[in-house]
């Protein structure tokens, strides 16, 4: 798949219904996603690429309004001008047929705000590991003490971990880690902190850690492909990204 090839249209693509709701499509479109993961396909191989970018357009209400009346006016938009729409939730100024103006639906993006590299994902992830580990470790093991019930300090470290994963995410628009570095978490399309919602959906592979076991090994697996996930084909954002609709951004300073 190359960004100037041009895109069938999403919905007879995937033989989808017009008139079905956002999440309806966007189920059935990570549906054939899951499946063709199931089947030994790499996230990273066109199909399902291009299965991403319509779940994320298909599946907002915002971005599905750009797309449609882009197919009522005639535009044939390539791959690389839905991704655009997929993560920045607006077309290019390319993008927009001639004689069309705002009014017509067609906006032009501001300068997208920078994203951090793989690397720097990386480290901050490392950096909230330790911090979340070592809360966690501190809490459970301080009722240890206490009470002397491995099973209550298991609960209250996990009870800890989430509260640290999503209460920082959802209340403060990022973790510390991220927060220190100058970065924040948001909505691609509203540009507002996630739901809760949303926050878990982005963060499951560290929540299914709270299962003993397979969930250790499940989430080891997954932090290994979705940091793969993140490279500049995708625009520096990783399916968990895509999954809750969410990116990472360096924040604007206050004027």
Known sequence: MNADDIAPDLYEKWDLDRSGGEDELSVLLEAKDIELGQQGYNPDEPRRVQLRIAASILGSAIKRTEYDQALRTGLRPTWGELGTLSSVGQWSLAARPQGLGQAAGFVVPNQEQERPTQDTRIGLGIVD?????????????GVDELVNSGTLSYVVACITMVVYVLGSEVWMGASPAKILAGYTVRDVDTKEKLSLSQSAKRQWWRLINIIPGIGHLVGMVAVVVLTTTINEENRRRGSHDELANAEVVKRRPRK
Do not use: H, P, W
Not at 129 to 141: D, Y
């Open 129 to 141: 590991l330790l911090l979340a580990g070592g809360i966690s470790s501190a809490c459970g093991g």
